[in-house]
């Protein structure tokens, strides 16, 4: 065992009825724990369920090297009796299991990470379907017999949705955001201080706006929006997971991009796209000078992350034009102060 770590978390979840792992809520996740609490946990066998046992030695462990909640947590998760769990990220590696991918989606949610702060390589592959229902996770095989249970007793087994992430408020509601329709967040999504998501917008796993921020459009995975900006209704973004490939989208501070809009290409600072423009990597645009006057002609991925942009598209010739935009957007100091 190093005296260093790069995550840890104590955790709760769901099996299903063969001992497997359907999803762990970690409620005190830690990035880089102190050395003496990696120390206190020994070895531990990350992603296995712990006995009763083993959570009393680990309360005493973690009391004893003074990680006073951490230990609290331990205690609670023993009297609970439901499935707990220990993993210790020594180092920031692909999740090998189900309890190591929740860690890592909740260090995300929880802010400690950055997107694209943490390995998620082979995410997918790890994380198992699941169908998410009032009486929480249940495992895909077993869904028949648990409806067929609900309604011999007279009730009914809502199932809110069928996937791989859960939204992320059943987890994580980081303060000082607004969130209208919670399903349109998954967890492993990062929302700064001062971002609202509007009913329309959707923000994705590993992706994010670091607020303030106003969001009615769609953050794909792998896109983080920088503070001040504003995507507007409809509006979409090229994530990694489609269409994106391995090219980072992001997008600057006090950027616009207008209802149904859309970018495949990173954006700086203070940059404007005009409503219903999508502009991809190969978008042919018509660069204006001060006066605007046609000076060449560039594709979009040749502006890739500069600032003091305006895309708009030319109302007579449907040509798609860029120019240096002279006016940022502001955002409503009191609409994005969620105190």
């Known amino acids: 065992m190093t005296d260093s770590a790069f995550a840890f978390g104590l955790g709760v979840g769901t099996h299903n009825s063969k001992g497997q792992w359907l999803e762990v809520f970690f409620p005190r996740p830690l990035l880089a724990p102190d050395a003496d609490l990696v120390a206190a946990l020994g070895t531990v066998d990350s992603g296995a369920a712990l006995e009763q046992s083993e959570l009393r030695k680990l309360k005493a462990a973690l009391s004893a090297a003074g990680a006073a909640e951490q230990a609290e947590l331990a205690g609670r998760l023993m009297d609970s009796g439901r499935p707990a769990v220990a993993v210790l990220l020594a180092t920031d590696v692909p999740p090998?299991?189900?309890?190591?991918?929740?860690?890592?989606?909740?260090?995300?949610?929880?802010?400690?990470?950055?997107?694209?702060?943490?390995?998620?390589?082979?995410?997918?592959?790890?994380?198992?379907?699941?169908?998410?229902?009032?009486?929480?996770?249940?495992?895909?095989?077993?869904?028949?017999?648990?409806?067929?249970?609900?309604?011999?007793?007279?009730?009914?087994?809502?199932?809110?949705?069928?996937?791989?992430?859960?939204?992320?408020?059943?987890?994580?509601?980081?303060?000082?955001?607004?969130?209208?329709?919670?399903?349109?967040?998954?967890l492993g999504a990062y929302l700064g201080e001062g971002t609202t998501v509007m009913h329309e917008g959707f923000v994705n796993f590993n992706a994010g706006s670091d607020g303030p921020g106003m969001i009615e459009g769609r953050i794909s995975a792998g896109v983080f929006v920088g503070a001040g900006s504003d995507l507007g209704g409809g509006c979409s973004t090229i994530g990694t997971l489609s269409g994106g490939g391995n090219i980072v989208i992001s997008i600057g501070r006090e950027c616009l991009i207008g209802a149904n809009g859309g970018v495949g290409i990173p954006l700086g600072d203070r940059c404007t796209v005009e409503a219903g423009l999508f502009i991809t990597a190969g978008t042919k645009l018509t660069m204006l000078d001060a006066e605007g006057m046609p000076v060449e002609t560039v594709k979009a991925r040749d502006l890739a992350g500069k600032s003091d942009l305006l895309f708009r598209r030319n109302s007579t010739t449907g040509a798609v034009e860029c120019l240096t935009n002279r006016s940022a957007i502001e955002l409503n100091e009191a609409l994005h102060a969620h105190n």
Not at 116 to 138: C, Q, R
Not at 146 to 160: D, I, K, N, P, T
């Open 96 to 186: 090998a299991n189900v309890p190591e991918a929740y860690l890592k989606l909740h260090l995300l949610s929880h802010r400690l990470v950055k997107p694209h702060g943490t390995n998620l390589e082979g995410l997918f592959g790890v994380l198992p379907n699941v169908a998410w229902t009032n009486e929480g996770a249940v495992d895909l095989g077993e869904l028949g017999e648990r409806q067929l249970a609900a309604r011999l007793r007279g009730e009914l087994l809502e199932v809110s949705c069928v996937d791989k992430f859960p939204k992320m408020t059943n987890y994580v509601v980081p303060g000082g955001v607004r969130i209208a329709h919670t399903a349109r967040v998954r």
